[in-house]
């Protein structure tokens, strides 16, 4: 049977949650997943700089994005646990582009969760705009001809012909990254090799 908030005795029964953006698939993603565990849990927006670039590139730079996001919604809203998602690209077998994304939860006691999830290949027209230096986000409304993808389906929306949505790819991130949270006495010794950057 799944864990449920009285099986979790370091985090309290009605906890704060903060979200280190405003994004709307990125709230529901937390919302998605936090009150199936903590059914009372208060999700609220914590928007924080992210302290990678705007494109996130590789795995490493996209999920240094998704723990600051975590660490500064924590601290910037007195939480109990932070959440950082962070969208970004990836080179991937055959020396093509997928997109990618990670996860953050970090929690009061200070532990840290982190998960990355699925890949979904780029169409070269988008991965030759995402290489020649436009932003995922902009480059998916060009190429469509539409405004504010990001903050609809995302483009993991568009390319998987609506059959999953960036809230439900957000928060398959979540579940991942919450392995930690949930189970903090299988991580006693955990460290991230640049865990120093995020202090």
Do not use: C
Not at 40 to 54: E, H, L, M, N, T
């Amino acid at each position: 049977m799944p864990l449920t908030a009285v099986d979790i005795h370091h985090i309290p029964q009605r906890p704060l949650i903060a979200v280190g953006s405003r994004n709307q698939p990125k709230l529901e993603a937390a919302r998605m997943v936090f009150t199936d565990i903590w059914p009372k849990a208060r999700i609220i927006a914590a928007p924080v700089p992210s302290g990678v670039s705007d494109q996130p590139w590789g795995a490493e730079e996209t999920a240094r994005g998704a723990i600051n996001r975590a660490r500064r919604a924590l601290r910037q809203a007195n939480a109990d646990i932070g959440v950082g998602l962070e969208g970004g690209v990836e080179e991937g077998p055959g020396g093509l582009l997928y997109l990618s994304g990670w996860g953050a939860v970090a929690a009061a006691d200070g532990k840290l969760g982190v998960g990355g999830g699925g890949r979904t290949l780029l169409p070269s027209e988008l991965a030759d705009m995402l290489r020649s230096g436009v932003e995922l986000g902009p480059a998916i409304d060009a190429w469509l001809g539409r405004k504010g993808v990001r903050h609809q389906e995302g483009a993991v929306g568009v390319l998987t012909g609506g059959h999953l949505g960036r809230a439900a790819s957000f928060a398959n991130l979540l579940q991942h990254a919450l392995a930690v949270i949930l189970h903090p006495e299988w991580f006693p010794d955990l460290v991230f090799s640049f865990d120093d950057d995020f202090a």
